[in-house]
């Protein structure tokens, strides 16, 4: 009778010890369709381009997709053109280039009294393994901030059409500034509409390039984030994604330090600090100084096994600095040191 109660003793015991282990390896949870908001915005500007065909603005950009209600119903296909930039004419450029964003997609018909969510195709990069993956409730999703419709049959006038914009908890009047300078007040709206918009994963990555998190790119991210609202669990979560995802610029490594102490000086929470101080301790690189105390990329220290010390997984990772500024607008007279 003792021995079964000792059995039970130690098995309760071994529970609640794996239950605390993973509580504590879950200082942060992955984002859920709880945590998003959507908003659907109303074009300022429609404009007749020819018989059936309509250019909208929507203001800004954000990454969403069209909503569509008409009024009355058209049995003809209607055409659908989403995208960021415009070309020479005004109108949606169809081939922008890099990833700037453009889609054409085909309705075979409008339906009357229907809500119509544009349905759009996924781009292979930034859903690929090792992407920030959205709830799938979301659908596919891209940035845009014009449209044009062709081959509409009934009156605009029929149609309501919104730009439908996800993002992450967002508090709008948490910080507000008005100055009598109207492009300081422009400058303002812009960068705090684009942390807004980029919040979209819930995690501070490089846009919609690869959908993936950069230490330095997040660091900025973060300090206008906590200029703008006192949200904080966007910024932790990346923070903690960047512990076991670390990204090969030297430069970037060294950020995820600064950004763990950017969180405890806005939260005062030492959690996160004590959980990781000795992943932290390894990302100065004060292991690969120099006797003149710089740290080189190029150090004999910088070994496989502390390439896994680091977060990487494999130690064969090429991990180096960076330039990081388009070729074409580097300075060439200038020698970088190595």
């Not at 058209?74 to 415009?86: P, R, T």
């Not at 339906?111 to 119509?116: K, P």
């Not at 006038?157 to 508090?171: C, H």
């Not at 709008?172 to 918009?197: M, R």
Request: charge should be neutral; charged fraction near 25%; hydrophobic fraction near 35%.
């Amino acid at each position: 009778m003792k021995l079964r109660s000792k059995r039970k003793y130690y098995f309760l015991q071994a529970i609640f010890l794996l239950s605390f282990t993973f509580v504590q390896s879950q200082i942060t949870s992955a984002p859920t369709e709880n945590d998003f908001e959507t908003e659907l915005v109303k074009p300022v500007k429609i404009i007749k381009i020819a018989e059936g065909h309509y250019f909208i603005d929507f203001g800004k950009a954000y990454f969403g997709t069209v909503v569509m209600h008409s009024k009355k119903q058209q049995n003809d296909s209607l055409i659908v053109h989403l995208g960021e930039k415009l070309n020479d004419n005004k109108l949606i450029d169809k081939t922008p280039g890099g990833t700037i964003r453009y889609q054409k997609a085909k309705l075979n018909q409008l339906d009357a009294n229907q809500n119509i969510v544009i349905s759009l195709k996924a781009d292979k990069r930034n859903t690929k393994v090792g992407a920030i993956q959205l709830p799938s409730s979301f659908g596919v999703i891209m940035p845009f901030r014009y449209c044009e419709i062709e081959n509409l049959k009934i009156p605009i006038e029929e149609l309501e059409i919104y730009q439908k914009g996800y993002y992450y908890k967002f508090d709008d009047e948490a910080a507000i500034f008005k100055s009598s300078d109207t492009i300081l007040n422009a400058v303002w709206d812009l960068g705090k509409h684009t942390i807004k918009a980029t919040s979209f994963t819930g995690y501070y990555v490089d846009g919609d390039r690869e959908r993936i998190p950069y230490e330095a790119d997040a660091y900025i991210n973060q300090l206008s984030h906590y200029a703008l609202d006192s949200e904080y669990s966007l910024a932790r979560r990346t923070n903690e994604y960047f512990i076991n995802h670390p990204t090969w610029p030297t430069e970037w490594l060294l950020h995820t330090v600064l950004l763990f102490y950017q969180d405890y000086m806005y939260t005062g929470e030492v959690e996160m600090l004590e959980k990781y101080y000795d992943v932290l301790k390894t990302r100065t690189l004060m292991d690969l100084e120099r006797k003149d105390g710089l740290i080189s990329s190029k150090s004999d220290k910088l070994t496989g096994d502390f390439k896994l010390e680091l977060g990487f997984t494999k130690p064969d990772t090429r991990v180096r600095d960076i330039v990081d500024w388009p070729a074409g607008q580097k300075d060439t007279r200038m020698e970088i040191s190595q």
